[in-house]
């Protein structure tokens, strides 16, 4: 994979790697630990990785303290990358990450969510790696049931998109301004029942509007949402984006 003409390193380096890009990572965070096991399986053998606290003298132009700040990407070129873009060029030989560095160049303002959220995790590291450890347990490797998960993902995907359009030709019958019981009526007997816009008692993304067009709304972009679920684009946003459209018409 070719990346060799792509963005702009912070500094070079002279005892560049031979064969393979290098990923220098610290080797006494259990988080970054966790993490760099799925990098390796993601890139399969076409990435190197190796804590600095072993070759941090191998580079001499880059200083200890930049080192355990963040990540380092080093091109066979002797090109280096650090934090967020580090990371992203190494998932891009991986065959299902590498979208993410093009979403990183060419999207606007991705660049800088990524930093963003890039320094607040280095920042509190120890709770990543609590969080980290709650949500996936103590190993991330990659699911070994792909057929299980690529069926069950498209079959849910076509549930969600059959629900989206079923409702969605209904529901300002049902719930719109001249409907069976607007939208409109019940988000206000709710504000007077509960005294405001209470989300956790009654969520629902009418409190922002529940006019015709973004009862609507919410019902086609499901859909269309669901459309992009069956063709594997961004599972987890995908479906947390879902479940609060779908949340949100149910309550009303």
């Known amino acids: 994979m070719e990346l060799q003409n792509q963005g702009s390193s912070e500094c070079r380096v002279k005892n ?3 064969e393979r890009p290098l990923v220098v990572w610290d080797g006494e965070c259990g988080f970054c630990r966790m993490w760099i096991e799925r990098w390796r399986e993601e890139t399969g053998g076409r990435v190197d990785y ?6 941090a003298e191998r580079f001499p132009e880059i200083a200890w303290e930049d080192f355990a700040r963040a990540v380092k990407f080093i091109e066979t070129d ?3 990358f650090s934090a967020a873009e580090a990371a992203l060029r190494a998932l891009a030989y991986g065959a299902d990450t590498r979208w993410m560095l093009q979403v990183y160049r060419w999207v606007p303002g991705a660049a800088w969510c990524a930093e963003s959220c890039y320094r607040f995790i280095a920042a509190h590291r120890r709770g990543m790696g609590a969080l980290t450890r709650v949500l996936w347990g103590r190993r991330v490797a990659k699911p070994r049931h792909v057929l299980t998960r690529w069926l069950f993902l498209r079959v849910l995907g076509l549930i ?3 629900a989206f359009w079923s409702l969605g030709t209904q529901i300002l019958g049902l719930s719109g301004s001249e409907g069976i019981m607007p939208a409109r009526e019940i988000i206000e007997g709710a504000r007077r029942q509960i005294g405001g816009a ?4 009654f969520p629902t993304l009418c409190w922002w509007s529940s006019s015709d ?3 609507s709304g919410m019902c086609w972009a499901g859909a269309a ?3 992009l679920l069956i063709v594997g ?10 479940w609060l459209l779908y949340l949100s018409l149910t309550m009303v």
Do not use: D
């Not at 190796?50 to 070759?55: D, R, T, V």
């Not at 209470?198 to 008692?201: A, E």
């Not at 684009?233 to 879902?242: G, I, R, T, Y």
């Open 50 to 55: 190796a804590p600095y606290q072993e070759i």
């Open 198 to 201: 209470n989300w956790f008692q």
């Open 78 to 80: 002797g090109r280096v």
């Open 225 to 227: 949402l669901s459309a």
């Open 213 to 215: 067009a973004f009862l």
């Open 233 to 242: 684009v961004a599972p987890p946003l995908v479906l947390l984006a879902n």
């Open 160 to 162: 969600y998109l059959i």
């Open 16 to 18: 560049a790697p031979a």
